[in-house]
């Protein structure tokens, strides 16, 4: 079977969008709060200049996404234990637990070839949105694609094999304007650089 599993989950809202241009992450950013670390504006030469998205959703369907990746990643490599989903995050909020799920395409290829940014269109009929400085709670279909993928920085610093999730494109069916304070999901993006139709989703 492939490697790449293209995958759809609608209905879900989007959380720290970064798609109006490149970003990259610098963990030597020091923020007002004095804490470290912040996705900054990139150049498509730098070094793991991206494309993100996170997908916010409820326990039933983030443990099915999850459950989803993790007999991927076994179907694709059952010799293998799973390390996880790699921009994957468990919230505890007011109104029960959140699956966060994060969503990148990065500027370059492994050949060290540009990529085109994502499509991020306003409706099914593919018109493009126009005003791509969305904030955390526009809600759309999330198209991406998960594959295996070996993540450096787990399992104290030896290195984990687990699921990427690639980012494809957007619906933005409820977009959202306005300021907002940006938290960041730092997760290990994809260098998946092929287009592939979507055949599965969370099933409810």
Known sequence: MSDF???????VEFIYPRFDQLYRYDPTFKRDNGKRGKSVPANADEPNANWSVGLNLDEK??????????????ACQPDQK???????????????????????????NKRGEYV?????????KGNSLENLSIRSGSKGDAYFGMHPAFNSRENDG????????????????????GSEDFEDLDGVASTLDVDLPFDDEVPF
């Not at 369907?61 to 076994?74: D, I, V």
């Not at 799973?82 to 799920?101: A, S």
């Not at 085109?116 to 099914?124: F, L, S, T, V």
Request: hydrophobic share 35%; proline share 4%; net charge positive.
């Open 5 to 11: 599993k293209p995958f759809r989950v609608q209905q």
């Open 61 to 74: 369907r983030g443990k099915a996404l999850y459950k989803k990746c993790e007999e991927h990643f076994k």
């Open 116 to 124: 085109e940014a994502p499509a991020i269109q306003a409706d099914a």
């Open 158 to 177: 030896k290195g984990a094999e687990g699921i990427s999730l690639y980012f494809q494109r957007l619906v933005v069916w409820d977009p959202q304007y």
């Open 82 to 108: 799973f390390g996880g989903v790699w921009g994957y995050k468990e919230v505890q909020t007011d109104d029960g637990l959140r699956l966060h799920f994060t969503i990148k395409r990065k500027a370059k």
